[in-house]
């Protein structure tokens, strides 16, 4: 698929819209629904690439799964229920997928290989090896274990008291997976508290798990029982609508049922202090997870800092926090963010070289980037998703500010985490 032609619009965005359910959540799902006995149904699943590339792995893995647009059906075979894929377990472009299947695999009793797409052959796997090499796993991999294909040669685990030197979700969840399979009680101690959902969901599995500030621990040797999973509207996907909300003059948007788990909604925190009008009607979901729909209306917004603790709970927003901050006053700089280098590009430079060719004023620093704002984007020029699904939205939402059209390449890019984005957009005119 090649370039797709954004049309110049003036027009407000107004009307009300659910976005697709949250990618980690789906991933995780569909994941904790095969490690459980007995049958788990999903709703609001993320029908998008790398949700279903969770899914295509685990039915190589032995599990019957069925899959219909939104809904998905998991008939569970608990840990030692999986069984020696015949090929490679192919991720696509999902780094949820790999690493989680990482911790999963070290415990099994059989060899499996891991691979992905280019995008995932560049990423850093390292950073799970490691702390699963500690516990007995015997994995290897191009530039030792730096790099996929890796291949998993799964051992009896041992537990381990793991500090982790990055803020890393998928990094926790590994662990986490494998210590389930381990012998003892093992424990994690983050330097940021990261998204929870996998905690949350082996609670609502029937599982245990304790949280201690910064340290989670699990004890091995634990089985999951099924569960019912509704999966909130993903924030990450919401965040683009409340950005256009905040940002196109006289716009006014509703999005129906998003996710509100507070380790997520560092978005909400940015737009708040930057001045922007949004409400939110909170509620909780069956799944354990707090969701509520959201008002966002177009206002005058300031430039703010993001650092810090914000980082963790914010950085899939980090590129189109970057274009809110060229329409809002004054001058907003993002850092601590070193970690957007090894994302699905490096998306520190990707996110100021696409927004210079609208017309943004922004430089690249070390762990983020200054964005200058008051910005007038003119577009004219021809911008490039690079095959990253987040930077694809954010230049679609920022085309509409633009005087003269807009062409996006690589667009299909977008569908990894929100196949019917185009689709909701058209229904805000």
Do not use: W
């Amino acid at each position: 698929m090649g370039a797709m032609n954004l049309d110049k619009n003036k027009r407000s965005l107004r009307g009300e819209i659910s976005v697709p359910g949250d990618k980690s959540i789906s991933h995780r799902s569909v994941m904790f629904g095969a490690l459980a006995n007995g049958i788990t149904k999903v709703e609001n699943f993320l029908p998008g690439d790398d949700c279903l590339s969770t899914i295509s792995c685990f039915r190589q893995l032995g599990v019957e799964i069925e899959q219909e647009g939104s809904r998905v059906v998991v008939f569970g075979k608990g840990f030692e229920g999986l069984s020696e894929p015949e090929g490679i377990l192919d991720v696509g472009n999902s780094g949820t997928t790999i690493r989680l299947l990482m911790g999963i695999l070290s415990g099994r009793p059989f060899h499996s290989v891991l691979m992905g797409d280019h995008s995932i052959g560049k990423r850093p796997m390292t950073r799970v090896t490691k702390p699963l090499s500690l516990m007995g796993a015997n994995i290897s991999g191009r530039k030792e274990g730096e790099y996929t294909p890796l291949s998993i040669s799964g051992q009896q685990l041992n537990s381990i008291e793991y500090k982790l030197p990055v803020a890393s979700a998928q990094v926790k969840s590994a662990i986490i997976l494998a210590g389930l399979q381990a012998e003892g009680e093992t424990t994690i101690i983050e330097p940021e508290k990261t998204r929870d959902h996998t905690e949350r969901m082996i609670r609502q599995f029937g599982g245990e798990v304790t949280t201690n500030g910064l340290a989670v621990s699990v004890r091995g040797g634990q089985s999951l029982t099924a569960a019912n999973v509704s999966v909130p509207g993903d924030i990450s996907s919401a965040a683009f609508f409340l950005a256009a909300g905040a940002i196109i003059p006289d716009s006014k948007i509703i999005l129906k049922n998003v996710g509100l788990n507070p380790t997520r909604t560092g978005i909400l925190d940015v737009l708040t202090a930057m001045g922007a009008d949004i409400t939110i009607e909170p509620y909780q979901t069956e799944s354990g997870e707090p969701a509520g729909d959201i008002t966002v209306a177009f206002s005058t917004l300031k430039g703010t800092v993001v650092e810090g603790s914000l980082i963790p709970r914010l950085i899939d927003e980090i590129p189109i926090i970057a274009l809110i901050a060229t329409q809002a006053d004054g001058i907003t700089v993002i850092k601590d963010a070193a970690e957007l280098k090894v994302k699905e590009t490096n998306r520190i430079d990707t996110v100021v070289a696409e927004l210079a060719k609208l017309g943004a004023r922004l430089e690249a620093t070390e762990d983020g980037m200054i964005i200058y704002g008051n910005t007038f984007l003119k577009g004219g020029e021809a911008v490039s998703s690079h095959g990253d699904h987040r930077i694809g939205m954010m230049l679609a939402i920022g085309a509409l500010l633009c005087t003269k059209d807009v062409s996006l390449e690589q667009a299909e890019a977008i569908s990894v985490s929100y196949p019917s984005f185009f689709d909701d957009l058209q229904k805000l005119f």
